[in-house]
C-alpha cells in the first residue's frame, strides 16, 4: 500500500513540474520584415585537402666554439651532414642568431665551420635560413 502511494505520488509531482511552464511565443510584429539577399546557387568550393611535407633539410647543433677562430664544430645526425660551402643559421631558443659557412674537414657525425656572422654557443641548433 506504501509503495503504490508513493509511486502515485512521484507520478503527479513529475507530471505537475512538466505541465507547470510553459513558455509563450514572441507576439507578431507588425514592423516589415527586411528582406535577405539571395545566396547563389552554387556550392562553395570543397576546400583543398591539407598538404604537410616534412623539412628534409638536416638539423644540427653546436657542440664546440673557437672564437678567437670564429670556427665551430657542428653536429649532425649520421647521413645527414651538409655539403661544404652550404650557409647555415644559428638559433638560439628559436631566434637566429649567427650564421656559418661549412668548411670542412669531417670526421663522422661533426663537421667544422667559419662563423660568418653574429655568435654562437655550444647547443645552438643549426639548420638552413
Same mark, same amino acid.
Given at each position: 500500500?506504501?509503495?503504490?502511494?508513493?509511486?502515485?505520488?512521484?507520478?503527479?509531482?513529475?507530471?505537475?513540474?512538466?505541465?507547470?511552464?510553459?513558455?509563450?511565443?514572441?507576439?507578431?510584429?507588425?514592423? %516589415? @520584415?527586411?528582406?535577405? /539577399?539571395?545566396?547563389?546557387? *552554387?556550392?562553395?568550393? /570543397?576546400?583543398?585537402?591539407? !598538404?604537410?611535407? /616534412?623539412?628534409?633539410? %638536416?638539423?644540427?647543433?653546436?657542440?664546440?666554439?673557437?672564437? &678567437?677562430?670564429?670556427?665551430?664544430?657542428?653536429?649532425? %645526425?649520421?647521413?645527414?651532414? &651538409?655539403?661544404?660551402?652550404?650557409?647555415?643559421?644559428?638559433?638560439?631558443?628559436?631566434?637566429?642568431?649567427?650564421?656559418?659557412?661549412?668548411?670542412? /674537414?669531417?670526421?663522422?657525425?661533426? !663537421?667544422?665551420?667559419?662563423? !660568418?656572422?653574429? *655568435?654562437?654557443?655550444?647547443?645552438?641548433?643549426? @639548420?638552413?635560413?
Amino acid at each position: 500500500m506504501r509503495v503504490l502511494l508513493l509511486v502515485i505520488l512521484s507520478g503527479v509531482l513529475a507530471l505537475s513540474g512538466c505541465v507547470g511552464r510553459r513558455e509563450k511565443a514572441p507576439p507578431p510584429s507588425d514592423a %516589415p @520584415r527586411a528582406e535577405t /539577399p539571395a545566396t547563389s546557387a *552554387e556550392p562553395a568550393a /570543397p576546400n583543398p585537402p591539407l !598538404i604537410v611535407t /616534412p623539412d628534409a633539410a %638536416p638539423v644540427g647543433k653546436v657542440a664546440l666554439v673557437n672564437v &678567437p677562430a670564429r670556427h665551430v664544430v657542428l653536429t649532425f %645526425p649520421l647521413q645527414k651532414l &651538409p655539403p661544404v660551402g652550404q650557409r647555415l643559421a644559428l638559433y638560439r631558443h628559436g631566434v637566429a642568431v649567427g650564421q656559418v659557412k661549412v668548411s670542412g /674537414p669531417q670526421r663522422e657525425d661533426n !663537421i667544422v665551420a667559419d662563423l !660568418i656572422a653574429g *655568435e654562437a654557443e655550444v647547443g645552438d641548433e643549426v @639548420r638552413s635560413p
